[in-house]
């Protein structure tokens, strides 16, 4: 850990009153599950079902704080952490123990120093790590101990927990199509899903404007009103099940262009959307990169970010930039911190890496209507207050280019990733998944033409 002093959680605002409330609730529920935590010989049902009574509450809840309990009681130092900040409440705790308890007792203790470190701030007013990002890192720590107690330098299978089931609903007329995948898989299908959405809705746009030429053609005399009609009306829209039927009767293709992260020193991977990616999926996607380019930071003359602009700020912020946000970066609009100006663009903030970020559309909206402001600091850092000046909290870039970048165990690795990152040799893979879904090989080609770049990144400002 760096140092962190002076570094506290933005919910940790001592005069805030709904802050203090906040932690008078979680000193609260601390105590009960303390109270609830059954000694270790303890019959499960029994305890179970003598606290549901008393508490009120079901079996599920209860034993819940009991498993949030008997991780406490395992990880000491956690505990100390959760009753010292008042910062932790039930989600978190369950993320927690969920995660850790098939740790086991030789392990327990390292893995604890970890997330002690995810649960430790490192800015003033840092915004509270996110639930999810909390559960991939614990998932992410546990992972490397169970590779470490396996010991056989083998890559575990998980494709294995991959399952597609069809099964009819009870009204007789349709059927549930639940496909379990691991988070780069599910990834390329949704990107691909909605890419065919956007595809077809194109194709529907333009048989709409041809039959309105048509009909143009062979009734003039009412042509006018009738082909500002069908263009001013919307076109059927697509939805992604229309989506993944076309996909799969070859009716219609699906671009997808990816983006995949790894440092020059290898490693694993990591993807917009499905996080860092482990030693077997790393592996697949690597033997499947189609474009390599070097990242850095940069300035272009227009509005527009180039590809390599995107590129680089997605990997860099890794989610939207509001504090405690965790839209993943490939879901989010491309802002100029300092808003661009259109009409003397060398007096408003430049189309410049170190001027955008990553905003979802909802963050987006509140940072355009002024209703939160922004400062960014050199480090990365970025501070947000409300408009009336009462709230504010610092977040930091979490991609994998992000500089502080991931919690590894290996701190040489570490150490060697952040050297590499100061010289700005940081690789991106640019990766089209035409492997999977037919598409052009020209489109494929347009990749890195800036005449191309981003149709669907429309920045704002
Ligand atoms: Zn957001």
Redesign the pocket.
């Known amino acids: 850990m760096g140092d962190t002093t002076g570094a506290y959680w933005a919910h940790q605002q001592p005069e805030d009153p709904l802050s203090q409330k906040l932690r008078a609730s979680n000193r609260a529920l601390l105590a009960l599950i303390e109270a609830c935590c059954p000694e270790g010989d303890a019959d499960v049902e029994y305890h179970a079902a003598t606290l549901s009574i008393r508490l009120g509450l079901s079996r599920g809840k209860v034993l819940q704080l009991c498993e949030i309990g008997l991780m406490l009681r395992r990880m000491p130092r956690v505990a100390e952490l959760a009753r010292e900040t008042e910062a932790l409440g039930l989600s978190h705790l369950n993320i927690i123990a969920n995660g850790t308890y098939a740790i086991s007792d030789e392990q327990i203790h390292a893995v604890e120093n970890h997330v002690i470190g995810l649960l430790t701030p490192t800015r003033p007013r840092q915004a509270m790590i996110g639930p999810r990002k909390l559960n991939t890192k614990i998932g992410d720590i546990v992972a490397e101990y169970d590779d470490r107690a396996r010991g056989d330098g083998t890559i575990p299978q998980i494709t294995t927990a991959e399952s597609v089931t069809i099964a009819a609903l009870p009204d007789g007329k349709y059927s549930q199509i639940i496909a379990t995948l691991r988070n780069d898989r599910a990834h390329v299908v949704k990107q691909a899903l909605d890419a065919a959405v956007t595809t077809l809705n194109n194709k529907r746009r333009a048989e709409l404007a041809e039959q309105a030429r048509e009909s143009e053609a062979s009734a003039p005399e009412k042509a006018p009103e009738s082909a500002a009609e069908s263009e001013g009306k919307d076109a059927p829209r697509a939805t992604l099940a229309d989506a993944l039927i076309a996909l799969i009767r070859q009716q219609t293709t699906a671009d997808v262009v990816l983006n995949v992260y790894r440092s020059p020193d290898a490693g694993e991977a990591w993807l917009d959307g499905a996080g860092w990616l482990g030693a077997l999926a790393t592996a697949e996607w690597m033997r499947e990169v189609t474009h390599l380019r070097l990242s850095g930071d940069g300035a272009a003359e227009s509005y527009r970010p180039t590809d390599a602009q995107v590129a680089r700020v997605r990997g860099r912020d890794g989610t ?1 930039r ?1 504090p405690g ?1 965790e ?1 993943p970066a490939h879901q989010c609009d491309l802002d100029h911190i300092k808003p661009y100006n259109h009409d003397a663009p060398e007096e408003g903030g430049p189309t410049d890496t170190e001027n955008l970020h990553c ?2 559309r ?2 987006h909206n509140l940072k355009t209507h002024g209703l939160y402001n922004v400062t960014a600091y050199s480090d990365g850092t970025e501070l947000w207050t409300s408009v009336d000046g009462t709230t504010a909290a610092t977040s930091v870039p979490s991609g994998p280019m992000a500089g502080f970048g991931r919690q590894t165990f290996d701190q040489r690795l570490t150490r060697k990733t952040k050297a590499r990152q100061k010289n700005y040799i940081d690789w991106l893979l640019s990766f089209s998944v035409s492997t999977i879904f037919v598409m052009d090989e020209e489109d494929e080609e347009d990749w890195d033409d800036e005449e191309d770049q981003a149709d669907h990144d429309e920045p704002q400002n």
């Open positions: 939207c509001f946000c839209a905003l979802c909802r963050h």
